[in-house]
Nanobody, 119 residues
Framework: QVQLVESGGGLVQAGGSLRLSCAASGSIFSIFTMGWYRQAPGKQRELVAHIRSGITIEYADSVKGRFTISRDNAKNTVYLQMNSLKPEDTAVYYC?????????????WGQGTQVTVSP
């Protein structure tokens, strides 16, 4: 069984910073992609950033230049450093991973962590 456990969300003023972490654990054979999505109230879940094959990084246009994603392969952990936060960044942030267990390949999701940015 695979688990993705997130941490680091919270309340911050506009212009501040937060760092999210997500650790994958369980029977993991290999990890292809790790990343972050977010979902604001009344909106669809959207990609924030992800790392594919440990090399290719993609960001949503709305966070380019402010957010930085990184990955520690030895710890199966992905981080999201969020700087210059804006009220519109307020959302539940979900970690996800496309990975392979000894039995199958699939997408796995964390439980979500709330990020609230006050004006």
């Amino acid at each position: 069984q695979v688990q993705l456990v997130e941490s680091g969300g919270g309340l911050v003023q506009a212009g501040g910073s937060l760092r999210l972490s997500c650790a994958a654990s369980g029977s993991i054979f290999s990890i292809f992609t790790m990343g972050w999505y977010r979902q604001a109230p009344g909106k669809q879940r959207e990609l924030v950033a992800h790392i594919r094959s440990g090399i290719t990084i993609e960001y949503a246009d709305s966070v380019k230049g402010r957010f930085t994603i990184s990955r520690d392969n030895a710890k199966n952990t992905v981080y999201l450093q969020m700087n210059s936060l804006k009220p519109e960044d307020t959302a539940v942030y979900y970690c996800y991973s496309d990975l392979r267990t000894p039995y199958k390949r699939g997408d796995y999701w964390g439980q979500g962590t709330q990020v609230t940015v006050s004006p």
